[in-house]
């Protein structure tokens, strides 16, 4: 599960950047602002990143370097075999062997195993910043939908689609920390029962050991 992030990151950006090269050459500046542009701005890239990611394909031999141009620019483009192996990405679906890690859960999840950590109050704290998240974003799909289309609609749909992600993965992140809300209060009402039973019991071996510690001394008195 180590690096799960960084590694479905960076194989995000390596296929990004080959399917942006099927549409031709490009510079890497002007791979990291299509890349943007489509997405959004979402996923933010450095161009050192592209570069890094662009010398990887080309040692792979997915993409190969131009001669650099009167302003030392060095254009990529894809080949042959990088062109198949972007048409099997596109018709492959993203495997989830690994899920990325998220800060949220890792939090909750100790946050109920460590004495002291008032769980209800992480709970209820993310549930205002998540709510603030999803209502942000909302106004932002609004002003969307309300600006004229651009000349870019294939760009338009794209963000759209992003954003549409992003709203959708708010809501369930609601939706489940009203679920663990839930959990964290079924837990409390059974707890002390549980404890309560456990008392109990351990009371029921206590006078069972007296009683046969009794029954013991006083065989060896009628003896």
């Not at 990405?89 to 859960?105: A, F, G, H, K, Y």
């Not at 964290?184 to 456990?198: I, S, Y």
């Amino acid at each position: 599960m180590a690096g799960a992030v960084a590694k479905g990151h960076a194989m995000s950006v390596r296929w990004g950047i080959l399917a942006l090269l099927t549409e031709g050459p490009m510079y890497g500046a002007r791979i990291r602002t299509e890349f943007e542009q489509r997405t959004g701005g979402t996923w933010p890239l450095n161009v050192g990143q592209v570069y890094t990611t662009l010398a990887r394909l080309e040692r792979d031999g997915l993409v190969e370097g131009q001669e650099a141009d009167d302003e030392g620019r060095i254009g990529y483009r894809i080949t042959r075999e990088g062109r198949r192996q972007v048409e099997l990405w596109w018709t492959s679906p993203v495997p989830r062997e690994d899920s990325p890690r998220s800060e949220l859960v890792i939090k909750l999840a100790l946050a109920v195993t460590v004495p002291g950590v008032d769980v209800q109050q992480i709970v209820q704290n993310q549930r205002s910043a998540s709510l603030s998240h999803l209502q942000d974003l909302t106004r932002l799909k609004r002003g969307t939908q309300a600006s004229p289309a651009g000349n870019d609609s294939g760009s338009d749909l794209a963000w759209s689609l992003v954003l549409d992600h992003l709203i959708f993965t708010a809501e369930a992140e609601l939706r489940w920390l009203d679920h663990v809300e839930g959990r964290l209060q079924r837990e409390a009402v059974r707890r002390p029962q549980h404890d309560q039973r456990a008392d109990d019991h351990q009371a029921d071996d206590h006078q069972a050991r007296d009683r046969d510690l009794q029954d013991r001394e006083t065989g060896r008195v009628v003896r």
